[in-house]
């Protein structure tokens, strides 16, 4: 039996026991949002007795509803039925996501007190959406709260509600256009949860234009998950914005099966299916998810391992550097993943469990900034602040017995040899000398680490490779010892002198690269290094800048990233072409700018200066064009054949060997083709 895409994130994202089985109790504690699910499931089965348990369901549903005249959060939802307040305010989205659905397909089904009494819900539920106004940054409650609104509105007749809806989901839809990705980036869990939303947009929606637009966001992040997915294994390659500890571990193609359950059922389109194939590797992938916060995420794919990173953080569920070595097959996968940790918290057996009560939150306990170029990194590190910044005199809560940055190995198995330098390491744990280049075979690749400067906050704080409960880890302490209060370390300390460094690079390799682990460490051992501060000074809440400068350059190849030490500011990057910039997508198969002009595969795309992709696969005669800006002439050229639009608003332009699809806002006049057949032009008109 096939499992639908939505039940398989539940089963990955919120598995607590007990509350998603076909039989819940009602009588017991019960996942409010599972219940809601499971209220709209049985009626898709349509039998009288499922009609009979949905209704029970359903009247247990509103009952968690926060309704009293006054509440704080009147209009959402407990997350759990044993709750005595409400706990988590994104409950009422994820609620809503099946009341409202539910309500179309099924209302006249239902007893009409029932039916009168989900409205008001909705409509309680809809106002509390409104008034918390949620940033759009929080991508994935984002997308849930313009679906509700844009859906709830069109069912009550509410035209206020409706337009608020409409209204916050074009500026959703223009957030994402002019950065380039979503800002939660790559999340194994989260887009999942984004394209939902998006999805039940274009299933229920009136507004054509909003339609549209939620087709144009889905597809271009069904793009991005694609480029991601590592064809043999199926897995899903880094750096994720937030990841669940469970999604680390080695797995079966699950992504790449749900990626296909998404094609099936028209989540995203068919050709996003034909980007991940073996025959396109290796290749570098970037993104921008943010580019006034600086935020970007970088990917290299091999046949045989990737390497990706986030040039910074979004929440402490980052996972801002991952490794993945393929074996021969899906579960044969080495995760390598980098982490910081404060009184180890990295080493307990089970991650502890977050806020919402989901089991693997797996928090990091550092700050993140890095800078990749294919298979190359810089990666540093600082404790994470635990000060009040608005405070003139905060309370230190740095105190901590031990704080380390490491790269890890979720699965000590899958390391082979370990070296450092010239010696093989076989007792562990192992001091490691700084300077030294550290070597960790994990077939069919090697992966290299030199420790850069690292603060010294004790005493003879080492830098060691240590094995512990099955895991690997490459520690690089900026403290161990007795337990004490950094005062130092707070913004708003008159002590503070900048934040600790802690600072690596790393360099992965396929074995066929080098003889041996000892000539990869030489390699790497023989690079340039360039390792530069400010001398320190105390300064107190002024806008005084401490640069450091980090670079490695080798084979006439550069990397390097600049980082103020005061504020952690990620300042600059660059490679030996000079500074990078924040591109929107960049990679052989795809690209995205707002300057006018794509060239991409052999084709060239031209219209109005907004944002706009291209993506491109001659091999299967395949070529599309997505635009998001303004109505302005478009045109794409490629081989064989040509494709000419007076103007268009947002929409796309396929060209799959020969056949020419365009959907798009506000096309004026007929798209002339040459050496192709126009098989449809649809028109939308925009608001």
């Not at 041996?516 to 051992?525: L, N």
């Not at 070529?623 to 040509?642: F, K």
């Amino acid at each position: 039996m096939r499992v639908s895409g939505w039940i398989l994130l539940e089963l990955m994202l919120l598995s607590v026991p007990g509350t998603f089985a076909a039989d819940l109790s009602l009588s017991e504690n019960f996942s409010v949002r599972h219940a809601a699910e499971q209220a709209r499931r049985l009626l898709d089965q349509g039998g009288q007795s499922e009609k009979n348990r949905s209704v029970e369901l359903l009247n247990a549903v509103l009952d968690c509803q926060e309704t009293r005249i006054g509440a704080a959060h009147r209009g959402n939802f407990l997350w759990e039925s044993n709750q005595k307040a409400i706990q988590d305010v994104n409950s009422v989205e994820f609620v809503l996501t099946h009341l409202i659905p539910l309500l179309h397909d099924h209302g006249e089904t239902l007893p009409e007190d029932l039916r009168n009494r989900a409205k008001e819900s909705i409509r309680l539920g809809l106002e509390e959406i409104r008034d918390m106004d949620v940033a759009l940054t929080y991508t994935n409650i984002a997308a849930m709260d313009c679906a509700n609104s844009c859906l709830g509105g069109e069912l009550l007749e509410d035209r206020v509600i409706a337009e608020r809806g409409y209204k916050r989901f074009r500026e959703f839809f223009r957030l994402i256009a002019e950065n380039g990705n979503v800002f939660e980036f790559n999340s194994p869990t989260y887009t999942q949860v984004t394209l939902k939303a998006l999805h039940l947009l274009r299933r229920y929606v009136k507004d054509p234009a909003t339609r549209l637009l939620a087709e144009l966001a889905a597809t271009r992040l069904g793009l991005s998950v694609a480029l991601h997915l590592h064809p043999q294994s199926g897995r899903l390659a880094g750096p994720y914005s937030r990841a669940y500890y469970p999604t680390l571990q080695p797995s079966s193609r699950a992504y790449s099966e749900l990626l296909q359950t998404w094609i099936e059922e028209g989540i995203v389109p068919d050709w996003i299916g034909t980007v991940p194939r073996p025959e396109k590797l290796p290749f570098f992938l970037e993104e921008t998810a943010h580019s006034d916060w600086r935020i970007g995420a970088s990917t290299y794919l091999t046949p045989s391992f990737s390497m990706g990173l986030a040039s910074r953080e979004v929440s402490r569920q980052t996972n801002p550097l991952v490794i993945q070595v393929y074996g021969g097959d899906p579960t044969g996968t080495a995760m390598i993943f980098a982490r910081y940790s404060m009184n180890d918290s990295i080493e307990k057996e089970v991650p502890p469990k977050s806020a919402f009560g989901i089991d693997g939150s797996f928090f990091d306990d550092g700050k993140f900034l890095g800078v990749q170029q294919g298979n190359r990194a810089i990666g540093v590190y600082a404790p994470r602040e635990a000060e009040t910044p608005d405070s003139l005199a905060p309370a230190s809560r740095h105190r901590f017995a031990s704080a380390r940055a490491s790269l890890v190995w979720l699965d000590r198995k899958r390391v082979s040899r370990i070296w450092v330098s010239d010696e093989e390491v076989t007792q562990l744990p192992h001091r490691v000398e700084r300077g030294k280049v550290m070597v960790i075979e994990t077939p069919p690749a090697r992966i290299a680490l030199l420790p850069l400067s690292i603060t010294e906050l004790g005493y003879d704080s080492p830098i060691r490779i240590a094995e512990k409960d099955g895991r690997l880890y490459l520690d690089m302490y900026n403290y161990l010892g007795e337990e004490k209060t950094f005062g130092e370390l707070d913004r708003g300390s008159r002590f503070y002198r900048g934040q600790p460094q802690c600072a690596f690079y790393v360099e992965v390799a396929d074995q066929s690269a080098h003889p041996d682990a000892r000539s990869f460490a030489r390699e790497v051992a023989g690079g340039t290094v360039r390792d530069e501060v400010a001398p320190p000074f105390t300064s107190y809440r002024d806008d005084a800048r401490r640069p450091w400068v980090l670079e490695y350059a080798r084979e006439g190849k550069t990397l390097g990233l600049e980082v103020d030490l005061m504020e952690w500011r990620l300042l600059r990057r660059w490679n030996e072409n000079g500074d990078l910039g924040w591109p929107m997508l960049e990679s052989p198969m795809a690209r995205q700018n707002s300057q006018g002009r794509i060239e991409l595969a052999g084709a060239t795309l031209e219209c109005g200066k907004a944002p706009a992709l291209l993506y491109g696969d001659p091999a299967a005669g395949l070529w599309v064009a997505a635009y998001y800006g303004d109505p302005a002439p478009l045109s794409l050229s490629l081989p064989g054949g040509s494709v000419r639009i007076e103007r268009m608003g947002p929409g796309t332009l396929a060209w799959n060997k020969g056949a020419v699809n365009v959907n798009a806002l506000d096309l004026e006049g007929f798209p002339l083709v040459k050496g192709g057949v126009l098989q449809s032009a649809g028109k939308t008109d925009g608001q």
